[in-house]
């Protein structure tokens, strides 16, 4: 089976997803997880598609969330290994399938969150995404009530599972963003 594309998951949300906030929502997730490959040194072709097809079944059920990625992923040819990745994104949140083992798993289980406190933080800001800091973001992440639904305690989790530093990981998810920052509506103001 082959592996997955960045523009066979495109393919793909297009026929799930029709609401703009979650085509930049995978666009930002996509960015965040090539950058994580790059640390890894791996795929990060492959890792930009899982990042972007994540959410594939959250818009039709919402309060379903990763039970019906494989149903949507199966009929599409996507690998086992590869739906098993989407669908722990939601580990312990939405879903008690799919524990994250590999780094493309681990690492989309903890950018997922992540990005949207970036995205709310770069938002505040005249200069927008371009020259975020770490220290503004971990600043921004400490207070509870900024960007109150991004869950503070999965992206700490999930750092814990790559064994990370939660400011690499923010400092990759910066890097990553900042590739799409014009896509993203998050360049200068």
Known sequence: MAQLTLAKAQEILKKHVTEPHLFTHALAVSAAMGA?????????????????LHDVDFEKYPEEHCHHVRELLECEGVDEADIATIIGHGYGICTDECEPAT?????????????????????????????LEVKSLKKK????????????EVIQRGCDMLGMELADVMALTIKGMQTVTDQLGLGAK
Do not use: Q, W
């Open 103 to 131: 780094n493309v798993a681990k690492s989309l289980f903890t950018v997922d969150e992540l990005t949207g406190i970036v995205s709310a933080c770069a938002l505040m800001r005249p200069t927008g995404l371009t020259d």
């Open 36 to 52: 994580m490959a790059e640390h890894f040194g791996e795929d990060a072709e492959y890792y930009k598609a899982i990042g972007y």
């Open 141 to 152: 992440f400490k207070d509870k009530g900024f960007a109150a639904k991004c869950n503070r």
